[in-house]
Structures are given as C-alpha cells and as structure tokens.
C-alpha cells in the first residue's frame, strides 16, 4: 500500500506528463492529453482541491491555445462540462460563467 504522500508525487508526475501533452503543438498529443484529464477527472487525489484548480486551469489555458481547432476546443468544453458536474468545482464553474456573462455583456471593437 502506497502511503498519501507517496500517491501525491506519483499523482503530480502523472499530471505534469498529461499537462504537457494538453500545450503541445502536435493535435494527436493535445487530445490525448484532455482525454486523460477528461478520463481522470472523477479519479481519487490526494488533493482533490489542487487537482481540480490544475485541471481547471489547463482546460481553461486550451480553450485559448491559438492553435485550437474544432475537434480540441469540442473535447476541451467536454471535459469542462464534465468538471462542472463535481460538487468541488461549483466556485469554478460560478467565476467562468461570471466571466464569460461579461464578456457578452460589454462593447467590444473586435467582435
């Protein structure tokens, strides 16, 4: 039996790997890596508040990645809504939706 902190350091090094494979400019690496995300998201941690920011903000960082194409933006909103769906992520969910009710709500020259 792995002890906590154990379990953690393996954990970080799982998702850094993952991480990188989300910003990577190959789109097979970039999808392979918010499938893993996607697929981990409902995996114990030995910090769920810590993995849920880290998932968060490197979902959050693809959907504005300049090299964002249908497929990745379409599975990058999967795995967010996915994440919305956790009870943990409600101060998540509530700050993009406030964020993004702004957005539409301000005059913008670029749209």
Excluded at 13 to 31: C, P, Y
Excluded at 77 to 105: C, I, P, Q
Aim: glycine share 6%.
């Amino acid at each position: 039996e792995m002890s906590l902190e154990d379990y953690g350091a393996v954990e970080n090094e799982v998702f850094t790997k993952i991480f990188v494979l989300v910003h990577s400019s190959d789109n097979i690496k970039r999808m392979a890596g918010v499938t893993a995300l996607d697929a981990l998201m409902d995996a114990p941690s030995a910090d769920e508040e810590k993995k849920a920011i880290k998932f968060a903000n490197n979902l959050t960082n693809g959907l504005r990645a300049p090299q964002g194409d249908y497929e990745f933006l379409a599975a990058v909103s999967k795995a967010l809504g996915h994440m919305a769906t956790g009870a943990a992520n409600v101060d998540y969910v509530e700050f993009e939706v406030t964020r993004a009710l702004e957005w539409l709500t301000t005059t913008r020259s670029d749209r």
